[in-house]
């Protein structure tokens, strides 16, 4: 049986908790790894997106992904690996800014996830709903950074308060006070009924 295949069966099946997965990669099993990465790809990678890294969000995951392999024997499993890997996307799109010098013009969009829908959409309910969307991205765009990356977390990318608060390397209640802050900040710049948690 093949690497890809007995990831694929490993993975679908359940028996390999992210925890086990850790502990088998950190014997060297790269299949154990190779199920960590085919889990949690996408969330990374929309993690990268709507933290700002626009076209660049690709190099961003990869680099995690190689970072976090290097680093298993620094994971404490405290957190799980989910938020401990997307920390690392968050500092490595930080680097991502640093390295580019500057901050205007990065393109910060939502990833679309799920697969396809057996019903086709409304295409006005769709139009709207993209439209809503892109006020919303638009209105982000415009919050400090540290605003941003906390609504991302928490409503975005639907990690908990003690995930965002791994992911972006503060405590739990600096993230219930961020999130008020950004959210009353949000609620400012959209009409009513347009703010994530309103």
Avoid at 36 to 46: E, F, S
Wanted: charged residues 30%.
């Amino acid at each position: 049986m093949s690497v890809l295949m007995e990831v694929a069966r490993l993975d679908e099946s359940g028996e390999l908790t992210d925890a086990v997965a850790v502990s088998r990669a950190r014997a060297g099993d790269l299949a154990a790894y190779e199920v960590l990465v085919a889990r949690y790809t996408v969330p990374a990678h929309r993690a990268a997106v709507l933290l700002g890294a626009g076209d660049d969000a690709d190099d961003v995951v990869q680099e995690a992904l190689v970072k976090a392999y290097r680093q298993l024997s620094r994971y404490r499993g405290e957190s799980g690996f989910r938020p401990w890997l997307l920390a690392i996307v968050a500092n490595e799109t930080r680097n991502l800014h640093r390295s580019r010098k500057r901050r205007e013009g990065l393109v910060l969009r939502a990833a679309t996830g799920g697969g396809p829908e057996a019903d086709v959409p409304d295409p006005a309910y769709e139009a709207i709903a993209h439209e809503r969307r892109a006020q919303l991205v638009e209105q982000l765009r415009r919050l400090a950074d540290r605003d941003r990356d906390v609504l991302v977390c928490r409503f975005l990318l639907d990690l908990s308060e003690q995930e965002t608060a791994a992911a972006l390397g503060v405590a739990k209640g600096t993230v219930k006070s961020r999130t008020a802050r950004a959210l009353a900040r949000l609620r400012e710049l959209l009409p009513v009924g347009e703010v994530p948690g309103a």
